[in-house]
């Protein structure tokens, strides 16, 4: 499987501020990555899918211009939280794509990274 | 009705028994299953894969597929505290990149 890494695993923040965190894909090159938000007891909500070289793909209802996704290069996706506010307090986590191919990963699977815990005050 | 209906729990059971974690589904244009464990506050760890029908199984852990019921579950054979966590399904078709996740399991393992 893949090994991927999220960056801050923790953040706090003022409200207002923006927050970029960073995920990457430290065995193997990403075409697709995929960023989620996960509240308390709740499951995975996907809010976009990040393609190298072209513009994200936003799921229904998850604002755009707040969540900038930036998918500069083909091991690294990054997320821009703008003008956080409290309620934009959450756990978000990357995943990537399995690479088709590799021992024991048909190319359907996620990997996650370790998830990146955010408060924003 | 959601797409993917998975009973959240909690789930104690006592160390060394049996467990037994399901998913129940509407779609039957899904082909791929999958099971993640999660810890609190970590990322989802990928267990098991499945594509179609059948059974697979990898150490004390044992996926099934049940596609005529719409239907799979997960077995943990010799259950450990270790194994205390929060399980989710998770499943996609063929021709969708996304995977549609169930609510979770929390498991709990008494020693």
């Known amino acids: 499987g893949a090994v991927v890494s999220q960056h801050p695993s923790r953040v706090i923040c003022k409200s207002g501020t923006s927050v970029k965190i960073e995920c990457r894909s430290l065995d193997f090159q990403a075409t697709t990555m995929f960023w989620y938000r996960q509240f308390p007891k709740q499951s995975l909500m996907l809010m976009a899918t990040s393609n190298e070289g072209s513009k994200a793909t936003y799921e229904q209802g998850v604002e755009k211009d707040k969540f900038l996704i930036n998918h500069a290069s083909l091991t690294l996706s990054t997320l821009t939280v703008t003008s956080a506010h409290p309620e934009d307090s959450s756990f978000y986590i990357c995943s990537v794509q399995g690479l088709a191919g590799e021992v024991g990963v048909s190319g359907n699977e996620q990997f996650f990274g370790p998830g990146t815990r955010l408060t924003v005050l | 009705q959601k797409e993917v209906e998975q009973d959240p729990g909690p789930l104690s059971v006592p160390e060394g028994a049996i467990v037994s974690l399901n998913c129940t589904y509407s779609?039957?244009?899904?082909?791929?299953f999958m099971w993640y464990r999660q810890y609190s506050r970590k990322g989802p760890e990928l267990l098991m894969y499945?594509?179609s029908s059948g059974n697979k199984e990898d150490g004390r852990f044992t996926a099934q597929v049940d596609k005529s019921s719409k239907y799979i579950s997960l077995f943990i054979r010799d259950s450990q505290p270790s194994d205390s966590a929060t399980y989710l399904c998770?499943?996609?078709?063929?021709?969708?990149?996304?995977?549609?996740w169930g609510a979770g399991t929390k498991l709990i393992i008494k020693p």
């Open positions: 998770a499943m996609k078709m063929d021709s969708n990149y996304q995977l549609i």
């Open positions: 499945t594509y």
């Open positions: 779609n039957s244009a899904f082909q791929y």
